[in-house]
C-alpha cells in the first residue's frame, strides 16, 4: 500500500493520486539509491591515484625527409640540462565516478480486474467505487449536485429577505419621504404655471369662436357714433371717442376664456377712409374674471386699415374694458375711432 503525503490515505501500489485528496504520490514506490559523494584528489586513497593503463598508440605516419642544416660554428655553452620531476602534490589522473540513475519514465498504470468500477470523466479510467478523484487525472469523481428546483409559489411570489439592523433601510426610507415631499412642494408652487401651460396647448390647438356682449357702455362718445357700433359686425360704422383715455366696456352673459381679441382700428376698412379720423395706436385691455381677480395687457396697434389679432388666453372672463391710448392724426376737429371689435373664446 502507498501512504499519501498529504493526508496519510492508504492507496494501492499502483495509483498515482490520492483516493482522498487527490494529491500526486510520487513517482515509485522505492527510493532512488543514493549517489555517493566524490572525494577530493587530495583524500582519495592510493589505489585511486594509480595511472591508468596506456591507451594503444596510433599507427607509425612517416615522417617527412629531413633537410640538412648548417652546423652551428659555436660550441655548446656547458652540459646539457636533465628534465626536472614534477612536484609531488600535483592532481594526478583518476578514474571518473558513477553515473547517476537515470529518472523513471512515466508509463500508464495497468488497471487491475477487480478494480473496475465506474469510468472516470475525464480520462475514461475505471476506479473502484471507494475513491473520490481519479487514479490517473485526480478528477473529481463526485461533482456538486444541482440545487434542488423551487415550488412553483416561490417561483411566482419573490421571498422576503430578512434585513439586519442598520441595514441603511431606514435612511433611504428618509430619503425617499424627503423626495416625495419636495415634488409634492414644488407641484403645488409650479401649479398655476403649469395649468396655463396646459390651457394654452388647448387653446393653440382646438378651435375657437366669437362671443358677443350683452352690453357695452363707452365713458365718452362723439355725437352719433355710439360705443355699439363697436360691436355690431359691420366695419363701415365706427365708435367715436372725443380723445385718449377714453374706454368701452363690454359685459357678457357667462363666464368664458378669453382667447383672442380682433380690433379693426380707424374709421373704416377701406384705406380711403381709414385716415379721416384719428386713431389710438395702443389699447390698455383690462380683463375682469368670474372671482373679482384683474388682469391688465396692453395691445400695440399698427396704423394701417384692417383687422389686427391679439392673443390673450385669460380664463373665467366676465367684463373686458379697453382704454384708448397714443393718439394719432388728431388734426382740426378729428376724434378718434375704433370701428370693430371682437372676442373670441374656445369652443
Not at 54 to 73: C, I
Not at 100 to 116: E, G, L, S
Not at 264 to 289: H, K
Not at 300 to 322: A, E, H, M
Amino acid at each position: 500500500m502507498r501512504e499519501c503525503p498529504a493526508c496519510g490515505a492508504s492507496n494501492g501500489p499502483t495509483d498515482g493520486f490520492c483516493g482522498n485528496c487527490g494529491s500526486y504520490l510520487g513517482w515509485s514506490d522505492s527510493p532512488a539509491a543514493p549517489v555517493a559523494p566524490v572525494a577530493p584528489i587530495a583524500d582519495r586513497p592510493a589505489e585511486a591515484a594509480a595511472p591508468r593503463p596506456a591507451d594503444p598508440a596510433p599507427p607509425a605516419v612517416p615522417a617527412p625527409p629531413a633537410v640538412p642544416r648548417p652546423a652551428d660554428p659555436s660550441p655548446p655553452a656547458g652540459p646539457p640540462r636533465a628534465a626536472a620531476p614534477p612536484p609531488p602534490d600535483s592532481p594526478r589522473p583518476v578514474r571518473p565516478a558513477k553515473a547517476v540513475a537515470p529518472r523513471p519514465v512515466v508509463r500508464p498504470v495497468p488497471v487491475d480486474d477487480d478494480d473496475a468500477g465506474t469510468p472516470c470523466p475525464s480520462c475514461g479510467t475505471p476506479n473502484p467505487p471507494d475513491r473520490r478523484f481519479c487514479r490517473r487525472c485526480a478528477t473529481p469523481l463526485t461533482p456538486g449536485k444541482a440545487p434542488p428546483q423551487l415550488p412553483w409559489w416561490r417561483s411566482i411570489r419573490r421571498p422576503r429577505r430578512r434585513t439586519r439592523a442598520g441595514s441603511g433601510r431606514t435612511t433611504r426610507l428618509l430619503v425617499i419621504l424627503a423626495v416625495v415631499l419636495a415634488l409634492c412642494a414644488g407641484g403645488f408652487l409650479l401649479l398655476p404655471a403649469g395649468r396655463n401651460l396646459i390651457e394654452d396647448t388647448r387653446d393653440k390647438l382646438g378651435k375657437s369662436k366669437q362671443v358677443t356682449p350683452v352690453r357695452v357702455e363707452a365713458s365718452a362718445e362723439v355725437p352719433g357714433r355710439p360705443a355699439g357700433n363697436a360691436t355690431d359686425g359691420l366695419s363701415s360704422r365706427y365708435w367715436g371717442a372725443p380723445g385718449p383715455g377714453a374706454s368701452v366696456t363690454c359685459t357678457f352673459a357667462k363666464p368664458f376664456r378669453l382667447v383672442a381679441v380682433i380690433v379693426t382700428n380707424g374709421a373704416s376698412t377701406s384705406p380711403e377712409d381709414y385716415a379721416r379720423e384719428g386713431r389710438a395706436l395702443r389699447i390698455d385691455l383690462e380683463v375682469t374674471a368670474s372671482n373679482g381677480r384683474k388682469s391688465v395687457k396692453k395691445l400695440t396697434l399698427i396704423d394701417k386699415p384692417g383687422p389686427q389679432t391679439f392673443d390673450t388666453g385669460i380664463s373665467d372672463v366676465t367684463t373686458v374694458r379697453l382704454t384708448l391710448d397714443a393718439p394719432t392724426g388728431l388734426d382740426g376737429d378729428r376724434h378718434l375711432a375704433l370701428a370693430e371689435l371682437e372676442f373670441f373664446q374656445r369652443s
